[in-house]
Structure formats: C-alpha cells, structure tokens
Nanobody, 124 residues
Framework: QVQLVESGGGLVQAGGSLRLSCAAS????????MGWFRQAPGKEREFVAA????????AYADSVKGRFTISRDNAKSTVYLHMNSLKPEDTAVYYC?????????????????WGQGTQVTVSS
C-alpha cells in the first residue's frame, strides 16, 4: 500500500483560505486516484474531492464546488486541496486517500489507503 501523510491544517477565520498537502510514498504515485475526505465531530466521514491519475479529471462534493480545488504533482508525489472562502461548517479532520488508477470515478470503497488526517478549524 501507498503511505500518505497530510499537512497544512490549522485555524482560520471564516472567508479565509488554506492549502492542504498529502505526500505519498512507497508506491508509484501515478498509479493512484487521489481523494480528500473529511469528518466533523459527531458526523460520518464524507467525500470532498478526487482527482484522476493524470490530474485531467476531478470530482467534487456539491458542498465545496467553486470553493475548493484539488490538484496533484506527480513529480513530487503530492496531492493538494486548495480551500477558499472557508465556512465554519468546513471544520473537520481532513483525510487524504488513494484508490487504484483504474477506479475512476471511484466509490468510497475504492479508497484503500488513508493518511492520519489533519485538523481544519474555521472560526466564525
């Protein structure tokens, strides 16, 4: 399995921006679809965004469309989540995950490797 380490979380005011990063190691990065998920306290984990192996196709949850952008740099084995116009309801632990390259568009069950998560807190 690929190993994933997220970074970039923190505390930000509503309307602000953050960029999350997820560094992958252990396998060929371009063999994977990459995704971001989040889990707020007391809620189930939910899909946020995904990007195919080349970066040519992306998918977003309706709640983040137009505000968040997922991107990847295969040379650096890193996937990013650029978050703009943050809202208090975006507060959650954000997880990076990997699915096989062949799984586009992936279902949640396709993501077999997960990072440890990074906390994002948006204050009102």
């Amino acid at each position: 399995q690929v190993q994933l380490v997220e970074s970039g979380g923190g505390l930000v005011q509503a309307g602000g921006s953050l960029r999350l990063s997820c560094a992958a190691s252990g396998r060929t990065f371009s063999d994977y679809v990459m995704g971001w998920f989040r889990q707020a306290p007391g809620k189930e984990r939910e899909f946020v965004a995904a990007i195919n192996w080349s970066g040519g196709s992306t998918a977003y949850a309706d709640s983040v469309k137009g505000r968040f952008t997922i991107s990847r740099d295969n040379a650096k084995s890193t996937v990013y989540l650029h978050m703009n116009s943050l809202k208090p309801e975006d507060t959650a632990v954000y997880y990076c995950a990997a699915a096989p390259r062949s799984s586009w568009y992936p279902t949640d069950a396709d993501f077999g490797s997960w990072g440890q998560g990074t906390q994002v807190t948006v204050s009102s």
